[in-house]
């Protein structure tokens, strides 16, 4: 039988690092992970609201958290940060008082911060928000996986490998596709992986898409 794990959490410490960066005692830490959750799910209905978009298309590549005794730091690593331009520091400042209701935290200060993705085709949370437009979209799927392969060809990855699961096309009996392209070493520690697993709700039902991209090797 095979055993699956993460990529991501099999490369912690190695090549891979924590998303979220703070202490919590025990009986505490549930509710520090619920607050992660509020931030990050908060920010993207922000982000889609201030583009106008269906949801599920925020173009976030990653969220980071770092929190201090009285004091939470954001940093969102976005794709296409033209989208809050306009009046960047009035939306951003709407965007830490939205956070703020929703936590609920009078003592604590919050600093949110927004850093451009280089190449966002290169970030598999992007490449999956692609990819679940595309099926929303009624595009074939085996056409949607090619075109966001071809999207990556811009950017520096070595190998990536897509794939949907679900009733595919339609068909009563779901299925697993995949396509690969380039060397994708997932036992290879100190090779880096990034990968994302994401949902998409279809008119035949739910997918799941699944992306793996190797980026560099150590």
Known sequence: MGQKINPLAFRLGTTQSHHSFWFA????????LQEDKKIRDCIK?????????????AGIARI????????????IHIGFPNLLMEGRTRRIEELRTDVQKKLNSVNCGLNIAITKVEKPYGQPNILAEYIA???KNRVPFRKA??????????TDI????VQIAGRLGGKEKARVVWIREGRVPLQTIRAKIDYCSYRVQTIQGALGI???MFVDEK
């Open 25 to 32: 005692k025990p009986k505490s830490f549930s509710a520090g």
């Open 45 to 57: 209905n922000f982000v889609e609201k201030d583009m106008g978009i269906v949801s599920g298309s």
């Open 64 to 75: 980071e958290i770092k929190k201090r005794i009285d004091l939470i730091e954001v940093l």
């Open 133 to 135: 437009l595309q099926l």
């Open 145 to 154: 996986m090619k075109k966001a392969i071809e999207l990556t060809e811009q």
């Open 158 to 161: 070595k190998g990536i490998r």
């Open 210 to 212: 699944k992306i793996w």
